[in-house]
């Protein structure tokens, strides 16, 4: 089994001042989310206009 290392101090603050400072990508359009979970799937949500784009 492999011994997990714990990072210095000044590591994990560098990877917060890295993660702080990121851009952070837009959020997934609700039409991207419904495909993702698959929503287009049951018969209720399906619409002709989102059933085209599949």
Not at 25 to 41: A, F, K, T, V
């Amino acid at each position: 089994m492999t011994q997990a290392t714990k990072p210095s101090k000044e590591d994990v603050r560098e990877w917060f001042e890295r993660r702080t400072h990121a851009p952070l990508d837009p959020p997934p359009s609700p039409d991207e989310i419904r495909r993702i979970l698959g929503w287009h799937l049951l018969p209720q949500n399906r619409q002709p206009d989102r059933d085209e784009r599949d």
